[in-house]
């Protein structure tokens, strides 16, 4: 794929492909959950960057 094939790909197909994912994953896997996953590590990081007097 181009970088002009991902930009006009149609939302509505993300989400379909998003929902299956999560549907067939039983919630494991999808756009969704890696996103929680994501934050979930940066507020780790943000904190142990605290809790070492590292903060910016």
């Known amino acids: 794929m181009s970088v002009l094939d991902i ?4 939302c ?3 989400n379909k492909i ?6 067939y994953s039983q919630g494991r896997f999808a ?3 890696q996103k929680s996953i994501y934050s979930i ?3 780790g990081e943000i904190h ?4 070492l ?3 910016e």
């Open 48 to 51: 142990k960057f605290s809790i």
């Open 18 to 23: 998003h929902q299956l994912w999560v549907d």
């Open 12 to 14: 509505s197909e993300l």
């Open 41 to 43: 590590s940066q507020i």
């Open 53 to 55: 007097g590292n903060s």
């Open 7 to 10: 930009e006009n790909f149609p």
């Open 31 to 33: 756009f969704s959950v």
